[in-house]
C-alpha cells in the first residue's frame, strides 16, 4: 500500500485549502474497515495527530483544528481528505495520512505554508 498526498500550497492567513490521500494499492476490505487519520509535522517539532475518521464514521480533532478542519473518506475512491479552512500561520506544517494505529508505510507528505 501507498499513501499519496496532495492538495497542499502556499495560502494566506484565512484561506483554505483541501488535502487529499489516496490509498493505492490498498482493497476495499482492508480500506473500509480502517479508521484514518491526518497528522502534521511542523519544523523542529514531532508528528502530531490532527485528525481522525472512525470506520463508524466518528470524527475526532485536536483543539487547534476543531471548528476548521474536517476530515471525510471516499471509500470508491480508496481516499481520505482533510478540508482546511481559516487557516492560520500555525498551521504550517507537511501534512501526512496514516490509519490510527499507522499501519502503512508513511508517504511523501504534503506540504501546507500559510502566511500572515
Known amino acids: 500500500v501507498r499513501l499519496v498526498e496532495s492538495g497542499g500550497g502556499l495560502v494566506q492567513a484565512g484561506g483554505s485549502l483541501r488535502l487529499s490521500c489516496a490509498a493505492s494499492?490498498?482493497?476495499?476490505?482492508?480500506?473500509?474497515?480502517?479508521?484514518w487519520a491526518w497528522y502534521r509535522q511542523a519544523p523542529g517539532q514531532q508528528r502530531e495527530l490532527v485528525a481522525s475518521l472512525m470506520s463508524r464514521g466518528i470524527t475526532n480533532y485536536a483543539d487547534s483544528v476543531k471548528g476548521r478542519f474536517t476530515v471525510s473518506r471516499d471509500s470508491r475512491r480508496k481516499s481520505v481528505y482533510l478540508e482546511m479552512n481559516n487557516l492560520k500561520p500555525e498551521d504550517t506544517a507537511i501534512y501526512y495520512c496514516n490509519t490510527l494505529s499507522n499501519t502503512f508505510d508513511w508517504g511523501q507528505g504534503t506540504q501546507v505554508t500559510v502566511s500572515s
Open positions: 494499492g490498498i482493497i476495499t476490505s482492508v480500506f473500509n474497515p480502517a479508521d
